[in-house]
């Protein structure tokens, strides 16, 4: 049994490029889509974390994120954030995307990002490596 052709019909690719395009405007492509929507979503947080945007920053952490930030410290979003002091992100090194999940390395900073129906979100900055332990992160969430 052979699988079924798409119809090579003017109609039929009308419908099809539209339905392509929907799927790259999502970033459910391929790895390299999801790394460069993660990217973008992270260097968005970077970029309005050194301009001292804490508000717009808070709007890029992943709910859980937020929520335990504000937990934890007791005050809002905005002020928890800014009181954390996170490092400055540099260079990127590197991204990787598995699935709804991904990593962004920079010189300075290592992100972890979750994919929502709204976009990519920061779900821990300040992320740090320990010899044969996990990620030690000062922002994260449950």
Do not use: I
């Not at 052709?5 to 395009?21: D, E, I, S």
């Not at 945007?53 to 410290?73: F, I």
Request: charged fraction near 25%; charge should be positive.
């Amino acid at each position: 049994m052979t699988a079924p052709r798409l119809p090579r019909t003017r109609h039929g690719r009308r419908l099809l490029v539209p339905c392509l395009l929907a799927l790259a405007a999502c970033g459910c492509g391929g790895p390299a889509a999801r790394e460069d929507a993660a990217l973008r979503a992270g260097l968005a947080f970077e970029e309005a974390l050194a301009a001292g945007e804490h508000v717009r920053a808070c709007a890029l952490l992943a709910p859980s994120t937020r929520q335990d930030l504000e937990q934890g410290e007791r005050q809002p979003c905005a002020k928890a954030l800014a009181a954390e002091e996170l490092p400055r992100a540099g260079a990127v090194r590197g991204v990787d995307a598995y699935g709804r999940q991904a990593m962004v390395r920079m010189s300075g900073d290592t992100l972890f990002l979750s994919q929502f129906t709204s976009g990519w979100k920061v779900v821990a900055a300040g992320c740090t490596p320990e010899p044969e332990k996990p990620y030690h992160c000062l922002v994260k969430g449950a």
